[in-house]
């Protein structure tokens, strides 16, 4: 028998969890007396009492990770009182992580932003700031006429958009389509902050840019996809953490399968825990690593001949490429400090285990070399024969579906806007700072750039001097107080829709479960209310211009999603009344109402040829979606397209100047060029292969990594709820036992750490699950967050002040959050 999901699963969700698939349909309550019955140590008290027994139950979704859990909301007298995990969604397994019920904290919050507000006097960035409350009309009005204003003077590029994702599916869109209308190219998407990297080194080598492959099973073959992996090589991820309930069906799985799960990680996570073997490189070399493991394979023939054969492009390139370059497993030990015996293993592992998966996040996205390292992964699986294959794939996470969304054409014609900044929003401090390569006067953002992007001084600056800054959230958040206008937003649980995506290109459909706080509104409802005020005050187009391209009935989010799924490929099947008959969430693609979403990207079969085919007719009969057709390591034309930026086909490996060692590293140019993986935008040329001198070591000896502080937090946003700051409210900062003894600190001892950009503090936490040359700072931590004052925690400077943002990858945009020289000292 089952067991029955009770609270304690909640917290035990990551580890444990039940066996599969049970039938069924929303409200899932187990019978109490059944539940005694089967003889768990205590029954569910919660479940026998009448006082918490729901009256009704919304089928909602988590807004924080992207596994997308199915939340079961328990409704009482018009309240939620509870929220549970989805049962009969045979990957979530009931299970739900401690995040769950914070989701209701944000809806039940004090603090949370109410009405719209304009700046009435205070400096920019003043805690002391003032605001006074106006209508949505006026709010909107009060940024269309400045934006115009702009826009009248010839400087409609001067206007952007920044956005970390934190909105509904679909808000990008509409975005888009309102910057395409002033004429400006600067509206960003989350990617270059998160995980764009393995994005464009997925299309650049197989022709679509998503995690390849999906959890559960795949309808098309009625076989596990994920679930039936041989072997898991996970590089920079902690999934126990920041995706608990995948990663709980993996390790549900893996009890099955016997898979052995490899964790690579500077530090000994609670995933590489539960792993079979932890490798714990050097900050900053999985690229190394990765190289050792090509030339181990290539030059021990353990690659797969018959699929390079028939489905790769470049093989013999590359074996020339990692022999000439002498990328051996011994060079790779040198950079790493992984034992060469230890990488040529591995390499022999993975290349054997059939089928081996590769799952990757954050940890790579956030190097210097993402995408060429991306690409190198990508090489491994596909000489290999692991991508196309169930159980296989490169799971380059958070690069799922959707990114834009398709609306029907525009009846006006649109400004040309030109070349769009460098991509990476923290290339948005240096235009308002410096002009290069020109200047912003007017910024929106959705997410909180004082806390999630590189160098928050020179951040804080920028927008100290930008002239106009629309802030929209759910808090005062550090960003706020630097606002000129504030919109506030409503939290998942106060709007229907598509919100959070399963990584796998899944989504799921939302019920909405209470009222919005307030007036707040949606962000599709914010940008369709600001086309509406541009409609107004536009003194050069008609009003048609503004009010066809965004018709009112948008703001029914049905209807917006009915007009997505008519306008984009492959999203002809996942209407909303589908998506809200499932208890599982649907995967793009999924062309019709009778295709069951694709699984396995590239899979040798017809529902995969048929998928393709609806994305672009000109895939008709390709595996791969390359120009091609086949895996595409390297090509002439790839290698041309990618030269000018100063990168090759074939990756060359450098590395951060502030890794230890002595390794290459790289230049930047001052020149401006066109970005040869994100077209639209400009970027600056490198030069790669410049040695690292070394010097900065000198004064600050160690390296230091961010990454997330633990499950509890979900970027800045849960810092806002009462639990997340009861369970975690101290910044911990993780540091080796040797290297605690070097500096004289005790486990809870207040530290500094400093780089050369800045110093914050945190609080000691000796573990001794990391490399000695190396501490662990968690991110998300920042100094507006008030819930902490309740539990006495201190405020703390955000993580990126200690870090540099001119180290940052010039294809994909991604910084390099993950390496900084720091220093620590005990602060008495
Ligand atoms: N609880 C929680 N879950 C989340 C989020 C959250 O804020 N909180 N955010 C969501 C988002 S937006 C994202 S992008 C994902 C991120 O999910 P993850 O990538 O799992 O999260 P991080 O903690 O940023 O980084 C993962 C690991 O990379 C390691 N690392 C650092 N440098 C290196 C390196 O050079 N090489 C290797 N191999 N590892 C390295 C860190 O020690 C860390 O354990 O999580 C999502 N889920
Ligand atoms: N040092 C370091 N920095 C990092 C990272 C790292 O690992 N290390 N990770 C990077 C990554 S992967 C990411 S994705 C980013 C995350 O960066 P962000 O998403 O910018 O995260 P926060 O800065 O915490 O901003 C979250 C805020 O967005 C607002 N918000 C929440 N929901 C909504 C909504 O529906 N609409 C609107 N308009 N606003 C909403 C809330 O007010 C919330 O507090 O951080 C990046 N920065
Ligand atoms: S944070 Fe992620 S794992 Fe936790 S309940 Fe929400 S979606 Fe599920
Ligand atoms: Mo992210």
Redesign the pocket.
């Known amino acids: 028998m089952k067991e029955p999901v009770s609270r304690r699963s909640i917290l035990r969700g990551a580890v444990l969890g039940g066996t599969g698939a049970v039938a069924g349909t929303l409200p899932t309550l187990v019978p109490y007396a059944a539940q005694a019955a089967s003889g768990p140590s205590m029954p569910d008290f919660v479940e026998g009492s009448a006082a918490l027994r729901p009256d009704k139950t919304v089928a909602g979704a988590c807004q924080?990770?992207?596994c997308d859990c199915r939340l079961e909301i328990r409704m009482k007298a018009g309240r939620v009182i509870d929220v549970r995990g989805e049962r009969s969604d045979p990957v979530q397994d009931g299970n739900l992580c401690v995040?769950a019920p914070m989701m209701a904290q944000l809806t039940y919050n004090p603090l949370r932003l109410t009405t719209p507000l304009r700046r009435t006097g205070g400096a920019k960035g003043d805690p002391g700031s003032q605001f006074e409350p106006v209508t949505w009309d006026t709010a909107l009005d009060l940024i269309a006429r400045r934006f115009l204003a702009l826009r009248d003077q010839g400087e409609a590029r001067a206007i952007a958009n920044r956005t970390t994702g934190r909105m509904p599916r679909g808000a990008g869109a509409l975005a888009h389509r309102l910057f395409s209308l002033l004429g400006s190219p600067n509206d960003t998407d989350v990617g270059p902050v998160?995980?764009d990297a393995g994005g464009n080194a997925l299309a650049a080598t197989f022709g679509l840019g998503n995690f390849t492959n999906g959890y559960g099973v795949d309808p098309a073959t009625g076989k596990e996809d994920l679930g039936a992996a041989r072997y898991l090589l996970m590089?920079?991820?902690?999934?126990a953490?920041?995706?608990p309930v995948t990663f709980a069906y993996l390790l549900r799985a893996r009890q099955r399968t016997r898979a052995r799960l490899i964790v690579?990680?500077?530090?000994r996570?609670p995933t590489g825990a539960l792993a079979d073997e932890w490798l714990a490189?050097k900050?900053?070399?999985?690229f190394a690593l990765i190289l050792g493991m090509l030339h181990e394979v290539i030059g021990q023939g353990l690659y797969d001949r018959a699929f390079v054969d028939r489905w790769v492009l470049g093989f013999d390139e590359l074996r020339e490429h990692v022999a000439a370059k002498g990328y051996t497993p011994e060079w790779a030990a040198g950079v790493t400090g992984v034992p060469a015996a230890t990488i040529r293993r591995i390499a022999r592992e993975y290349a054997t285990a059939k089928p081996a998966a590769i799952f990757c996040?954050?940890?790579?996205s956030?190097?210097l070399g993402a995408f060429d390292t991306y690409r190198a992964i990508a090489m491994l699986a596909a000489i290999t024969g692991n991508v196309g294959v169930p159980g296989g794939g490169c799971n380059f996470?958070?690069n799922t579906w959707p990114g834009g969304l398709g609306l029907p054409p525009l009846k006006t014609g649109v400004p040309d806007p030109g070349p769009a900044l460098p991509v990476g929003p923290d290339a948005f401090a240096e235009a308002v700072i410096s002009g290069r390569p020109y200047r912003l006067k007017a910024v929106m953002t959705e997410g909180n750039p004082l806390i999630s992007s590189a160098n928050t001084a020179k951040v804080r600056r920028a927008f100290e001097t930008l002239p106009f800054y629309v802030y929209t959230g759910l808090f005062m958040e550090e960003a706020a107080y630097y606002a000129d206008v504030i919109l506030p937003v409503c939290a998942g649980l106060e709007f229907e829709g598509v919100y959070m995506r399963r990584d796998d290109r899944a989504i799921r459909w939302q019920d909405a479960a209470v009222p919005r706080v307030g007036q707040s509104r949606s962000d599709t409802e914010i940008f369709i209310g600001l086309a509406h005020a541009l409609a107004r005050n536009d003194r050069r187009h008609p009003p048609s211009y503004w009010a066809d391209a965004f018709p009112l009935e948008w703001n029914d989010y049905k209807k917006l999603w009915a007009t997505f799924v008519a306008n984009t490929p492959g999203a002809g099947g996942m209407t909303m009344e589908r998506m809200r008959a499932r208890t599982e969430p649907l995967r793009w693609p999924c062309p019709s109402a009778g295709h069951p979403g694709v699984s396995t990207l590239y899979l040798d079969h017809p529902s995969w040829y048929q998928a393709a085919r609806s994305l672009d007719p000109g895939n008709a009969g390709k595996r791969f979606l390359t120009p091609s057709g086949k895996a595409e390591i390297f090509t002439p034309e790839l290698e041309s397209r990618l030269v000018p930026s100063g990168h090759h086909a074939l990756p060359i490996f450098f590395t951060h100047p502030e890794v230890t060692g002595g390794n290459p590293t790289l230049t930047y140019d001052a020149a401006f060029i066109a970005n040869p993986v994100n077209p639209q935008a400009l970027t600056h040329p490198v030069r790669l292969g410049t040695p690292a001198d070394g010097t900065v070591h000198r004064q600050y000896p160690l390296m230091g990594?961010?990454?997330?502080p633990?499950?509890?937090?979900?970027?800045g946003v849960t810092h806002w709820t009462y639990t997340g700051e009861q369970l975690n409210g101290i910044r911990l900062v993780q540091i080796h036992p040797a290297t605690a003894d070097r500096h004289g600190l005790a486990n809870g001892d207040p530290v500094l750490v400093e780089s050369p950009r800045g110093a914050v503090t945190g609080t000691v936490l000796i573990e001794p699950g990391i490399r000695p040359d190396t501490i662990?700072l968690p991110n998300?931590f920042g100094p507006a967050q008030r819930v902490g004052d309740i539990f006495g925690d201190p405020r703390y400077e955000a993580a990126n002040t200690l870090l540099d943002d001119r180290f940052y990858d010039n294809l994909s945009g991604q910084q390099a959050y993950?390496?900084f020289a720091c220093r620590l000292r005990k602060v008495r």
């Open positions: 924080f990770c992207n995040k998160c995980n590089l920079g991820t902690n999934q953490e920041t995706h690579v990680d500077p530090r996570t490189p900050p900053h070399t999985d996040n954050a940890g790579i956030h190097q996470m958070h990594m961010t990454g997330r633990s499950v509890a937090h979900f970027a662990f998300t993950k390496c």
